[in-house]
């Protein structure tokens, strides 16, 4: 009788196990797990992020999408372990938001399991929303805001991806008569003493689009403030922080973007790319320009030339 029972119980005990996994693998199958990846703090990044998750909750599907956003502050080791843990909890996508994750991610994943966004990747088979602004647009924008401008400051990373948008942004600036001094950063704890170097006869500040050094636009900003000169970039985000002005696009809109092509990826199509350099905006900073008098007239005519909204922040 013993016996009886205590087979009766081990069946019991093993059904129920194999009804627990069959369970948590049903489970899994309603899922569609979804892991961003943002290299560092920064409210831009911050505005991606939200636009693709907004964007996502629009989309039907019999599965639930559960997304989950990591960030890496800046460590590239986080970085790997952020990623190599999405692959082994089985997330069904990776949204690498930059270049320096995206690349880290296609050499670790199948391509398409990946979503990159604002990374503006050479050569990929994975999906991507590219986001790229020539960087001649920044010296444009600055002679527009600071019609005498002789001399300026960029003030970029050493990323692979920065220093050539450097040169052509020096490039343009010879032909416009203006002065560029570079002064590059590897590390944010650089950032103040390195602003004490910039040359006393600057008159603008610039920034590409790099979103390390976007990072630390309240430092920078602080500094700008104190010298009475303006700072143009080519985003969004550090407008809002600060900056005086930008030529750029809703960092929102790359967001969405993405999640556009999460969709499409869910339901079988092939990965693709979107390109936004055709919804660009000026945006100013009302504040900083009415202090570093910047003729919003002037402004508003280079915005018609470049068939963009003017957006006051």
Excluded: W
């Amino acid at each position: 009788m013993n016996k009886f029972v205590m087979t009766v119980a081990g069946l019991a005990a093993i059904s129920f196990f194999i009804f627990v996994r069959f369970t948590k693998h049903q489970d899994h199958e309603k899922l569609i797990k979804v892991g961003i990846v943002v290299p560092v703090h920064h409210s831009a990044l911050e505005d991606i992020v939200n636009g693709f998750k907004s964007k996502a909750a629009e989309i039907k599907t019999d599965k639930k999408i559960i997304i989950d956003v990591q960030n890496a502050s800046g460590d590239l080791n986080m970085m790997h372990s952020i990623i190599k843990n999405y692959i082994q909890n089985n997330y069904n996508f990776i949204v690498p938001v930059a270049k320096t994750p995206a690349q880290m991610a296609i050499s670790m994943i199948a391509p398409n399991k990946i979503i990159a966004l604002a990374a503006n990747l050479e050569e990929h088979e994975c999906a991507a929303v590219f986001d790229e602004i020539p960087s001649s647009n920044v010296i444009d924008l600055a002679k527009v805001c600071a019609p005498n401008l002789k001399t300026a400051t960029i003030i970029h990373s050493m990323s692979d991806k920065i220093l050539p948008e450097v040169e052509i942004a020096e490039a343009r600036a010879r032909k416009k008569g203006i002065k560029v001094e570079k002064i590059a950063i590897s590390s944010l704890f650089e950032l103040a003493t390195s602003l004490k170097s910039i040359n006393e006869n600057t008159q603008a500040i610039l920034i590409l689009k790099d979103c390390f050094i976007a990072s630390g636009i309240d430092t920078i900003s602080a500094f700008a403030d104190e010298k009475n000169i303006p700072i143009i970039t080519l985003d969004e985000g550090t407008v809002r922080q600060g900056a005086t002005c930008s030529i750029g696009i809703y960092e929102s809109e790359t967001g969405a973007s993405g999640a556009i092509l999460l969709k499409e990826l869910i339901n079988g199509k092939a990965p693709r790319d979107i390109h936004l350099k055709d919804k660009l905006h000026i945006f100013v900073n009302k504040e900083a320009a009415e202090k570093t008098k910047i003729d919003l007239e002037s402004l508003n005519e280079f915005a018609k030339k470049k068939n963009c909204d003017l957006v006051i922040v």
